[in-house]
């Protein structure tokens, strides 16, 4: 599909599953340097309920790169997802984002008039702490080369640790889903590096706040918050359960920054929040 944004028109990719006819739409939006195949054991899993609509965010994926990379931005990205969702052409949906996917849905929630219908916030939340912002901008933006994809595998096994424990085949399908192999068989990162120059260039000096916009949402909303997770503090989990939608809270064990959602007892969380007095 085209998107729009001041520096001309580009193209996003998204990945269907279930009916198209369905009036139920799931999207599910992943995070930063991720793209949408990062979804694919929850999609199969409601995809009997739901239209599961999952989208390679600008820059990442089978998505355009953007001419300027000063709009690698949340508000891009929202105005790319209001494109989509009327593309769809329904008048609500529910949102699962992850980290980056689930700040792009608290913009979009937050909105008067806003489509979500249920929001589900996968370790993401009105604070970002100083600390992760940190941890990420240190790799967000390389372009290591691998000459095999055993070696991409393992660099990946590396700084995606927090996601936790995993077996040998999902580590390579989270692999799988960040490299792809150029024609001189290399693998390399699959999104523009360029994101990192806003990311950067927008660095704040201490945690990332932004309370006015999850305050602003009224839908059922869950967090679903890696236990060890060094962007999501516990804290603000806790307060967002007292303010704004009052969110249901539910702690991933042995988790950091971020669940992936690829185990069963992940998925469920997920599956029975959405699923919670559907016809």
Not at 163 to 172: I, K, L, N, T, V
């Amino acid at each position: 599909m085209q998107c729009a944004s001041p520096k001309g028109l580009h193209r996003m990719a998204y990945l269907e599953w279930g009916d198209p006819r369905n009036r139920d739409v799931l999207v599910c939006v992943h995070g930063l340097t991720r793209s949408a195949r990062d979804f694919d054991v929850v999609a199969r899993s409601l995809s009997d309920h739901y239209r599961v609509v999952c989208p390679d965010i600008a820059g990442r994926g089978d998505s355009d790169r953007l001419a300027d990379p000063m709009l690698y931005i949340v508000p891009q990205y929202a105005a790319d997802m209001v494109t989509l969702i009327a593309r769809l052409d329904v008048e609500s949906v529910d949102w699962l984002g992850t980290s980056l996917g689930g700040l792009i849905g608290m913009a979009l929630a937050a909105l008067p008039g806003s489509p979500v219908r249920k929001l589900v916030l996968n370790d993401a939340g009105p604070v970002v702490s100083h600390a992760s912002l940190e941890r990420i901008g240190a790799y967000v933006g390389l372009t290591p080369t691998f000459p095999t994809f055993d070696e991409a595998v393992k660099y990946v096994r590396a700084i995606s640790a927090p996601f936790g424990p995993h077996s040998d085949e999902q580590w390579r399908f989270l692999a799988s889903n960040w490299v792809r192999q150029d024609k001189d068989g290399m693998w390399r990162p699959h999104y523009d590096p360029r994101i990192a120059e806003p990311f950067k260039a927008n660095m704040p000096a201490g945690d990332m706040e932004l309370w006015s916009h999850y305050d602003a949402i009224r839908c059922p909303t869950l967090v679903v918050r890696g236990a060890q997770s060094d962007l999501l503090a516990k804290k603000t989990v806790e307060e967002m359960s007292r303010r704004g939608p009052k969110a249901k809270v539910v702690e991933i064990a042995g988790v950091g920054h971020a669940p992936t959602l690829l185990h069963a007892d992940q998925v469920k969380v997920v599956r029975d929040f959405l699923l919670d007095g559907s016809t």
